[in-house]
């Protein structure tokens, strides 16, 4: 293990070659949001060779101040495998930014490789390294770590600079570095920080409810976030969404009432049920708060097959430039895609219908649903594209 000496050593490293591979370690299990509790770090050293550090947040003496500064830096590439909740942690535990994002298992989709590839199957497949990943599911957060934790640590960040490289080689000779590196951008913006009126927004069959009843659901959801956040345990032991729901529909006024909620259990009520009633008070006194928007049309049954040519197209441009089929579209955009040509509206907010997805296949794909375009079945059975 790492001393948190080596920090700002990392640090000079990273800014001096200017890039530096970064993988955690965390538990989440049981708590509000996950808890950093590794933190591993490769650099090149002056001679070109990888040095690996793993640094220990739990220890009570690291300052992550010189790496953080490095994270937020866009001169520094940051270089990580299947990074999303590596990213949302770091910027919270460290209070920083991180910038320019090299995400290998994202790039790797756009290199004619799997999409959501495993990092072990990545160094495999690029670099013939072969893992012994032994220790993935441990308690991270109990002290010291066996030889076995600190090895499988190290190996996350040691093959990662060399298979970035690797696959930035395959997407240069596709031209397709850019794409990449546009997608990988997105991480940028990644949080764990949970927006109580986001959450309220999610809550199921909250839209089913009256503007009186939303204002008490919202009102619970920000109590059941402060008292999560206060006793670090998940959300849905606090309060399950069914029951929180069920309660705003309800506005129950005593205990005898709540108790009558399908989900809640009695020891939620004999612990939180006065807290709760108060919310439901509280709530019933705050401003009603009105469905926003308008609801989406319903099915039409022939959605679905149109939602499956749509596919058949999406598939065969995808195989068609060795792209993963992932990166182009999921089945709820093109449901909303076919919904939108079936009923006239516009044009849907989805990926599959900007940037470079819109050239590849996402005008090709509303001129299909617009009947200017066929598929048909080559004689090599594969799915060619006419226009009409």
């Not at 949302?88 to 799997?114: I, Y």
């Not at 959501?116 to 308690?139: I, N, P």
Request: charged share 30%.
């Amino acid at each position: 293990m790492n001393t948190a000496a080596s920090v700002p050593a990392l640090a000079e490293r990273a800014r001096a070659t200017g890039a530096l591979a970064i993988d955690t370690e965390f538990m989440g299990e049981g708590r509000y949001r996950a808890l950093l509790c590794l933190v591993q770090v490769a650099v090149l050293d002056a001679e070109g060779e990888v040095e690996v550090a793993v640094l220990d947040p739990l220890a009570g003496d690291l300052d992550p101040a010189p790496l953080a500064a490095v994270l937020a830096d866009p001169a520094v590439e940051v270089v990580l495998h299947a990074g999303r909740q590596d990213v949302a942690l770091l910027k919270r535990a460290w209070s920083t930014e991180v910038r320019n994002v090299f995400d290998t298992q994202l790039a790797a989709g756009f290199a004619g490789l799997r999409s959501q590839l495993g990092y072990e199957a990545l160094l495999q497949e690029l670099l013939g390294v072969r893992l012994g990943k032994s220790a993935s599911f441990t308690r991270w957060d109990q002290r010291p770590l066996s030889d076995e934790q600190a090895g499988y640590a190290r190996e996350d960040v040691l093959h990662l600079l060399q298979a970035a490289d690797a696959v930035k080689e395959r997407l240069s000779a596709l031209g397709r570095l850019e794409w990449a590196r546009e997608e990988c951008r997105a991480l940028e913006a990644v949080t764990d920080v949970r927006d109580p009126d986001t959450v309220f927004g999610r809550l199921p069959r909250v839209n089913s409810l009256d503007p009186g009843q939303r204002a008490v659901a919202r009102a619970l959801a920000g109590w059941r976030e402060d008292c999560a956040a206060q006793e670090d345990r998940p959300v849905q032991s606090v309060l399950p969404d069914a029951a929180l729901v069920e309660i705003a529909k309800r506005r129950p006024r005593d205990l005898d009432r709540l108790r009558q909620i399908r989900g809640l259990h009695e020891g939620t009520v004999r612990r939180r049920g006065r807290a709760i009633l108060d919310e439901v008070e509280r709530g019933r006194e705050l401003p009603p708060i009105p469905v926003e928007g308008t609801r989406p049309p319903s099915t039409h049954p022939g959605d679905a097959s149109l939602i499956v040519l749509a596919e058949a197209l999406v598939r065969a441009r995808a195989a068609d430039a060795e792209l993963a089929y992932e990166l182009l579209a999921a089945r709820a955009d093109l449901q909303r895609v076919v919904s939108a040509a079936r009923h006239g509206t516009d044009e849907p907010d989805v990926r599959t219908l900007q940037g470079w997805r819109r050239e590849l296949v996402g005008a090709e794909l509303l001129e299909l649903l617009a009947g200017r375009r066929a598929l048909r079945v080559g004689p090599d059975l594969a799915i060619t594209v006419d226009e009409l």
